[in-house]
């Protein structure tokens, strides 16, 4: 348990980091000021101020932040660096040379590149991790039937079957899926049936009865079946169809996400395929069990997930800041800076309760073994 909890707080803090790391570059170059740059949450263990920037370590190992000058608009809602020096800027302090290093003060279409840089970097994480994946080899369906594991005392056992077989036909009738060779067998219980077999390039006749009575989990034949094998791909084409598979999983956790919030405004339960923070530190301990690969995919999946959330019109979430950029650019104007700060701190408040509500659905599906 302490060992999963270890593991997912590092692959949390990696993917916030990656994100925060996203606003901290574009910000640099765009010419905005870095405050702080905080790997970990308040409180603060230890900073380094360097050109500016305050470099920190912090307490809370999850994730990181950066902090711009300028976050919060001080001035009226009409005050932009377009309009140089002007009195509302001068009555706080400010002045045309050093007003460009603002957040605030910057473009619509710099502070939108700045706002979504962060979920570009998850997005881009999951897109490496998925093209290493792919460039290692994943079981992709085949379209033939392996077996992959033959049981001792099996009728599979007793004619010879091995493992690394592939079953081309049974009873002359060709297979390409497990379902089809499970289907046809269990309509074939207590009778003889010919399977051709494919073994080191050449094909092979033999005669099974498969069983009507047998031990639970092992089905007729005493076989284990898959239609996967591994498939690596080049790093030439490996990032293209990474991104292919992160697009659609990504639309996937869209429409996925659109549900959970149809069911909590209905206030129908949120079922047991929806997690929150517990529920994915249960999964990250199960993904330990299958090896690093397991591991690098989780990751990529979070990732990716963390790219979508943030992207979404929520207050206090990135797609949230974004909005209100769009809504000035529509306007021709800023929207009040109190009215926006209030709006972030009501989005942040029903984000805790909506994590609150996943997070007790979390416990109840795990205390009730789900």
Do not use: C
Not at 65 to 91: C, Q
Not at 125 to 154: M, N, W
Not at 188 to 203: A, F, N, V, W, Y
């Amino acid at each position: 348990m302490l060992t999963t909890a270890i593991i997912f707080l590092i692959i949390l803090s990696l993917l916030v980091f990656v994100h925060e790391l996203g606003h901290f570059v574009v910000a640099r170059l765009i010419g905005v000021k870095v405050e702080e740059f905080g790997f970990g949450l308040p409180p603060r263990i230890f900073g380094k101020k360097i050109k500016g920037t305050i470099y920190s370590l912090n307490w809370l190992p999850i994730g990181g932040f950066v902090r711009l000058a300028g976050e919060d608009d001080p001035a009226s809602a009409g005050a932009s660096a377009g309009k140089g020096e002007n009195k509302e800027h001068r009555s706080i302090g400010f002045t045309q040379k050093n007003v460009k290093h603002l957040f605030w003060a910057r473009s619509k279409k710099e502070r939108a590149a700045i706002l979504l840089a962060g979920v570009a970097m998850n997005f881009l994480l999951a897109v490496v991790l998925t093209t290493y994946l792919l460039v290692q080899g994943v079981p992709v369906p085949s379209g033939r039937v392996h077996i992959e594991k033959v049981l001792l005392g099996s009728p599979a056992e007793s004619i010879g079957l091995k493992a690394q077989d592939i079953v081309i036909a049974i009873g002359g009738k060709m297979l390409t899926t497990p379902k089809e060779l499970i289907e046809e067998t269990k309509t074939r219980l207590g009778e003889q049936i010919t399977l051709t077999i494919l073994r080191d390039g050449k094909e092979l006749s033999m005669t099974l009865t498969p069983r009507k009575d047998y031990p639970k989990g092992e089905g007729p034949m005493g076989v284990a079946i898959s239609d996967l094998e591994i498939k690596k791909y080049p790093l030439s084409t490996a990032p293209i169809e990474a991104t292919k598979i992160n697009l659609s999983r990504a639309k996937e956790m869209v429409t996925g996400i659109g549900q959970i919030i149809t069911r909590l405004v209905t206030l129908k339960p949120l079922g047991a395929d929806v997690a929150g923070p517990i529920g994915i530190a249960q999964v990250t301990g199960q993904a330990v069990k299958f090896g690093l690969s397991a591991v690098l995919e989780f990751m990529s999946i979070l990732s990716l997930n963390l790219a979508v959330l943030n992207v979404l019109p929520i207050p206090a979430l990135d797609g949230g800041r974004l909005l209100f950029v769009f809504a000035e650019k529509i306007l021709g104007r800023k929207v009040a800076p109190a009215f926006e700060r209030s709006t972030h701190q009501i989005g942040m408040i029903i984000l805790f309760i909506l994590i609150l509500l996943v997070s007790i659905n979390d416990i109840l599906r795990i205390t009730r073994g789900g």
